[in-house]
């Protein structure tokens, strides 16, 4: 299991964008496919997206479809989560983890996390 650390949160006005990062705090990514969860107050942890070990394949949540994008830069050992057309339901903390199961299953090991607040 790989633990890591979020960045990139902040406050966003609706229709903005912001970019978020993903690295582990001690170790590589190596071949592990990542996602990228989100809570919000008061709700249980929701999945957002994944990426392969390689970049190659994806898998989106339906909610983000289309407005945000999951990538990843082995060589910089840090994957990204680019939101666009942000809306106020996508207010949250935002996790990655490393996961147990493809598309969604993650370890049970989380970060901090990064906040996003998106104002309406």
């Known amino acids: 299991q790989v633990d890591f650390v979020e960045s990139g949160g902040g406050l966003v006005q609706a229709g903005g964008s912001l970019r978020l990062s993903c690295a582990p705090s001690?170790?590589?990514?190596?071949?592990?496919?990542v996602g990228w969860f989100r809570q919000a107050p008061g709700k249980e942890r929701d999945f957002v997206v994944s990426i392969t070990g390689s970049g190659g394949s994806t898998y989106y949540a339906d909610s983000v479809k289309g407005r945000f994008t999951i990538s990843r830069d082995n060589a910089k050992n840090t994957v990204y989560l680019q939101m666009n057309s942000v809306k106020p339901e996508d207010s949250a903390v935002y996790y990655c983890?490393?996961?147990?199961?493809?598309?969604?299953?993650?370890?049970?090991?989380w970060g901090q996390g990064t906040q996003v607040t998106v104002s309406s």
């Open positions: 001690r170790r590589t990514f190596g071949s592990k496919s």
């Open positions: 983890a490393q996961l147990s199961r493809w598309p969604t299953m993650p370890y049970d090991y």
